[in-house]
């Protein structure tokens, strides 16, 4: 309740000092402290909390390890079905962060583009802003984008994608492949999708690695859990490695 009364004050009063949260609201300063370094709506910036809600196009769950998760075309239409959910349910379970997107790729930007943030074009939207800032202040240092992809006879589970092994050590993506094998997953290289734009801008390869998942429509069937277990493998992965 608390924390609900301290967004509520902020977002009232706008820019407001954590000692005049705490005299409105009567609780001690450390309190609020506690509350606004750990909820990632609040910011503090020049001795002010100011409120970080408005429309963003995402919503955040916030993690405590390196790893991030993005599920950027997770809303329909033209939706990659439950990637959204994937992204959350296995950042809850790890400790990773998630991204999800809350608006469609058809949709348009301010500039006339589509909102489809695995582009180009979409860099300076909150979502990758938001990618950029977990990155330089919050040590991220491994990105999962997630995404979906047609069943097919030739297709497999699970399609990696490392813009060509720019993205990711080879080392590190040969033991995911290996991992997700171990688990019963058909597994493919590049054999559809390279990576977008995500890996392109945030992934150097080095500091920052990352890959694109391309997980089947059969694996991301409704009452399945197969695409939320191939997730899990890849963090659990990552984890011992960054």
């Not at 301290?6 to 009063?13: A, F, G, N, S, W």
């Not at 970080?52 to 991030?68: H, W």
């Not at 909150?126 to 997630?146: A, M, N, Q, S, T």
């Amino acid at each position: 309740m608390l924390r609900t009364k301290v967004i509520e004050l902020v977002l009232h009063d706008g820019p407001i000092t954590v000692d005049e949260i705490s005299k409105k609201l009567k609780i001690d300063s450390e309190s609020v402290l506690k509350i606004v370094r750990t909820t990632p709506d609040l910011k503090l910036e020049d001795g002010k909390v100011s409120a970080q809600m408005g429309i963003n196009g995402y919503i955040e769950l916030t993690g405590t390890r390196p790893v991030l998760i993005t599920a950027p075309h997770a809303q329909g239409p033209g939706a990659d079905v439950f990637t959204g959910e994937i992204a959350w349910k296995v950042a809850q379970a790890t400790g990773a962060y998630a991204l999800v997107a809350t608006v469609s790729r058809r949709a348009k930007l301010e500039d006339g583009n589509p909102a489809d943030y695995n582009r180009e074009w979409a860099r300076n939207t909150p979502f990758r802003r938001r990618i950029d800032e977990l990155i330089k202040r919050y040590g991220v240092r491994f990105i999962i984008d997630v995404h979906g992809m047609e069943s097919d006879p030739v297709r497999p589970d699970v399609d990696l994608g490392t813009l060509g092994g720019r993205s990711a050590k080879g080392k590190l993506v040969s033991k995911i492949v290996k991992r997700l094998e171990e688990a019963g997953f058909d597994v493919g290289f590049e054999q559809e999708f390279q990576g977008g734009d995500i890996l392109e801008y945030h992934c150097d390869g080095e500091r920052v690695q990352g890959v694109q998942l391309e997980l089947s429509e059969e694996l991301r069937e409704l009452g399945e859990y197969r695409a939320i277990q191939a997730v899990l493998v890849v963090v659990n992965t990552v984890l011992e490695e960054v």
